[in-house]
């Protein structure tokens, strides 16, 4: 009789282990799609795809990722946390979407930490000061007094509200005493051919590298405590006399809530992997990110810090949306 509760007990315990360690056996068996919440060609974008396709090889199977552009990343961040919690789909977060957003709405339609499983930070990209390749801006001093003498009327692009290109133009703003004007746009890729093409001033730039070395734009300063060493020869902000003017944007994967540790746990070895990958490092470099990585338990407290931290940069700055 014991012997066949034992067996009881045995088989159970097993059928209620099985869902998990199938998934943990067998995860991924299909396609993983990343919800990439702005539009193509901005930094948020690019980083996506350049991992997107060795986290693809890795895995051994599809990775498609979708672009959800509108409300300052917010749209595509909602619709991304009513994906089934299964590990099969991915947000490329960011320091927009998921810190600076929270402090910037008074309401957002999802919990910037309930609604997500962190799977790992993935880079940080230092904000650079660009103008167009043919502005009449040809240093920082030009933009500072041309800004005192007409305010509001030098334009900046961003990304849209609350984006590292936003937060960036008003801290300089407040920082420099002088006012511009805020152009937002869905992600920053639209923002930067505007900002080629003449319609706007100035953009402060995570995703700008190619325009730059193609000579389309021209860096002015690094918006960071250090110089970027895909720019050596820019200065920062502070060398140029400008105090305590840093900006970034961070990027990190998320999966929705109540994502299955064996899958939470497989993403983030993989993508560890991925970011170690000498092709996949040099191409973030190159585009002027400095790799992350980490656990996920690291990313989830880096989380909670920054939308702490965006808080008082919010309220200080007084940044608002339009």
Do not use: C
Request: overall charge positive.
């Amino acid at each position: 009789m014991n012997k066949q509760l034992k067996g009881v007990a045995l088989a159970t315990a097993l059928a209620f282990a099985a869902p998990g360690m199938a998934l943990a056996q067998d995860f991924p068996s299909k396609s993983v799609k990343i919800v990439v919440p702005w539009a193509p060609g901005g930094a948020t974008d690019v980083i996506a795809r350049v991992l997107g396709q060795k986290l693809g090889e890795r895995l051994g199977q599809p990775v498609i990722v979708e672009n959800k552009a509108g409300a300052g990343g917010n749209i595509g961040t909602a619709s991304f946390i009513r994906e089934v919690a299964d590990g099969y789909t991915l947000l490329m977060g960011t320091s927009s979407t998921n810190a600076v957003n929270p402090g910037l709405y008074q309401s957002l339609p999802f919990d910037p930490v309930r609604d997500f499983t962190p799977i790992v930070l993935v880079a940080t990209v230092p904000n650079v000061l660009v103008v167009s390749a043919n502005s009449k801006y040809q240093s920082v001093d030009d933009i500072v007094k041309a800004a005192k003498a007409e305010p509001g009327k030098i334009s900046y692009g961003s990304g849209g509200n609350g984006s590292s290109q936003h937060i960036a133009a008003s801290v300089f703003s407040k920082a420099t005493g002088s006012q511009l004007m805020h152009v937002p746009y869905k992600g920053s890729g639209p923002a930067a051919a505007d900002l080629m093409a003449g319609h706007v001033a100035l953009m402060f730039d995570t995703g700008s590298m190619a325009h730059i070395k193609g000579h389309k734009l021209k860096p002015l300063a690094v918006a960071w405590s250090q110089r970027v060493p895909a720019l050596p020869d820019v200065k920062t902000l502070e060398e140029l006399g400008y105090k305590g003017v840093q900006a970034s944007a961070w990027y990190g994967f998320y999966a929705p809530a109540k994502t299955p540790s064996a899958a939470a746990d497989r993403l983030n070895r993989e993508l560890n992997a991925v970011l170690q990958d000498p092709e996949v490092k040099k191409r973030l470099n190159d585009y002027g990110a400095i790799v992350n990585g980490g656990t996920r338990e690291e990313f989830a407290r880096f989380t909670s810090a920054e939308i702490d931290r965006y808080r008082r940069i919010i309220q200080d700055a007084r940044i608002s949306i339009e």
